[in-house]
């Protein structure tokens, strides 16, 4: 039962580097989310994706692009790493609107750190 | 801004003692959630609540959702070293989940 699944688990990038954070899920969710966390500040959402071919951004979008081509996969772009970028990432998939009592299953993080 | 905020940030206890945990907002929610994150892995859901007085209990640790459903409680009793951990609560935010920055809980053996 692999549920999430996210690679790397860990990263450096140089300054300026791109590099693209992979997410599958194999639980048909069509609901899809990409978090950053930093220490003190709880998820703060990036993007969202509500099925295949649709995406939104969340709280902190600028310097990432998204992609949803197919159920599975919601992969995460860095273009042009920076500093501030270095977080802990976490992608979460559920199978409705959370706000129907449904549950966010996260998969286990990509630490990335910008050098 | 963050729109659910915890207290306290950090929280160090003795094994057997207990311990409660708040998550406020100026905000109404339809729903909060609590999920606990320990060191290396993402957050899993602990409980859902979606009516405004709801008490739900799981084993030790008690849920409360406030009659105005602006705010939230996580009470455990009789702490035990397994049950260290980051606590984050979550609200629905326009069908996007909104976290609370967590509360880091350490029980000592």
Redo the contacts between chains.
């Keep these: 039962n692999a549920g999430v699944t996210q690679t790397p688990k860990f990263r450096i990038l140089k300054i300026g580097q791109s590099m693209t954070l992979q997410c599958t899920q194999d639980m048909n969710h069509n609901y899809m989310y990409w978090y950053r966390q930093d220490p003190g500040m709880g998820l703060k959402l990036i993007y969202y994706s509500v099925g295949a071919g649709i995406t939104d951004k969340g709280e902190v979008p600028n310097g990432y692009n998204v992609s949803r081509s197919t159920t599975e996969d919601f992969p995460l772009r860095l273009e042009l790493a920076a500093p501030s970028q270095t977080s802990v990432y976490f992608c979460a998939s559920s199978y409705g609107v959370v706000s129907l009592n449904t549950e966010a299953f996260f998969g286990q993080g990509t630490r990335l750190t910008v050098v | 801004t ?1 729109l ?1 905020k ?1 207290s306290p ?1 950090f929280l160090s206890i003795q094994e057997g003692e207990n311990l409660t945990v708040y998550c406020n907002s100026s905000s109404v929610f ?2 909060l ?1 609590w999920y606990r994150q320990e060191p ?6 602990l409980v ?1 609540v ?1 009516t405004g007085g709801e008490v739900k209990k799981l084993k030790r640790l008690t849920f409360q959702f406030g009659d105005a459903r602006k705010d939230s409680s996580l009470h455990i009793t009789a702490a035990q070293p397994g049950d260290t951990g980051l606590y ?1 609560c ?1 609200g ?1 935010n326009d ?8 509360t880091t809980v350490t029980v000592r053996a």
């Design positions: 963050q659910l915890q940030q339809s729903s959630q290396g892995e993402g957050p899993v859901l859902t979606v984050l979550a629905d069908y996007k989940l909104s976290f609370g920055a967590g």
